[in-house]
C-alpha cells in the first residue's frame, strides 16, 4: 500500500497564498498520475488539480488560474501552490496516486490523511 502523506495547511486570510506538498512513499511514484482534491464542509470531495508523469497538469476549472501543481520527481512530492485564496477554498485537501491522470475520484487507489486549509474573510 503507498503511503501519501499531505502537510502545508493551515489558517490564513483572503488573498494569501499557501502552498501544500505530497510526499509518497510508493517506489513507482515516478510513474504514478497525482491529482489533489478536497472536501469542503458538508460537500463531496471533488477533484482540483494533477499532473501526470509527463508533467502535463489538469485544473478544476472554478480555480480561475489561481492554483499551480507541480511534482519533484527526485523527491517523491508533488506540491500545490494555492494563491489569492478565498473563504470558498475552505476544505481539507488530500493527495491521492493512480496508474493514470483521471479527474474521478474512483479512480485513485492511495490516498492521504488530508490537510486542513481554512480561509477566513
Known amino acids: 500500500q503507498v503511503l501519501m502523506v499531505e502537510s502545508g495547511g493551515g489558517l490564513v486570510q483572503a488573498g494569501d497564498s499557501l502552498t501544500l506538498s505530497c510526499t509518497s512513499s510508493g517506489p513507482s511514484f515516478h510513474n504514478d498520475a497525482i491529482a489533489w482534491f478536497r472536501r469542503a464542509p458538508g460537500k463531496e470531495r471533488v477533484f482540483v488539480a494533477g499532473i501526470t508523469t509527463n508533467m502535463g497538469t489538469y485544473y478544476a476549472d472554478f480555480l480561475d488560474g489561481r492554483f499551480y501543481i507541480s511534482r519533484d520527481n527526485a523527491k517523491n512530492q508533488v506540491y500545490l501552490r494555492m494563491n489569492n485564496l478565498k473563504p470558498g477554498d475552505t476544505a481539507t485537501y488530500y493527495c491521492?496516486?493512480?496508474?493514470?491522470?483521471?479527474?474521478?475520484?474512483?479512480?485513485?487507489?492511495?490516498w492521504g490523511q488530508g490537510t486542513q486549509v481554512t480561509v477566513s474573510s
Open positions: 491521492a496516486a493512480a496508474r493514470w491522470m483521471s479527474r474521478r475520484e474512483a479512480d485513485f487507489g492511495s
